[in-house]
């Protein structure tokens, strides 16, 4: 859409690349200080808030994928939650890889969380999403950068396969 403003008020439009990567990060940081005032404030009730929230959104989308066609397994579920990840932060890798494990490293959070139990609820997301998608599978979190690691894990197997 071509908008024609007064000449006072004309500015150079970005491109939605552009918008996308201004934008993200700030929504992460905002995010996360949304979730650390909860937890700051209402203590475990805030969290159990954050992991409720962040629960509901993650079966949200599992459901919605399901609607369109079902994904089994490690390499099929992990490759969407690469599509996840890959969204939000480029500062991942796959150090490991099977058809029973996948391993997830970020070095770099896209949520600086100071708090290791704000990023444990934030990411009932990520575990809701796997769950949905394929009850066989577990998610969970290894190495933590809130935890004062220098890199997170995000570890999703076949359960038992832990």
Not at 19 to 42: D, Q
Not at 55 to 74: C, F, M, P, Q
Not at 86 to 105: C, G, Q, R, T
Request: aromatic letters at 10%; a negative charge; proline letters at 6%.
């Amino acid at each position: 859409m071509t908008m024609t403003l007064p000449p006072e008020l004309d500015f150079e439009r970005l491109t939605v690349e552009e918008k996308y990567h201004r934008a993200v990060p700030g929504y992460m940081r905002r995010l996360c200080g949304i979730y650390e005032a909860m937890y700051a404030r209402f203590g475990q009730e805030g969290l159990d808030l954050i992991r409720q929230v962040s629960t509901e959104y993650g079966a949200s989308i599992g459901r919605n994928v399901k609607k369109k066609g079902g994904l089994k397994g490690v390499a099929e579920v992990g490759r969407y939650l690469l599509r996840v990840f890959d969204m939000v932060s480029d500062d991942w890798s796959v150090p490991e890889f099977s058809e029973n494990k996948l391993v997830i490293s970020v070095s770099r959070c896209p949520y600086p969380f100071a708090f290791p139990e704000v990023c444990e609820a934030h990411t009932c997301m990520e575990r809701a999403l796997v769950e949905t998608l394929d009850e066989d599978l577990d998610y969970r979190i290894g190495r933590s950068i809130p935890k004062g690691d220098p890199f997170c894990e995000h570890i999703l197997c076949r359960k038992g396969d832990g």
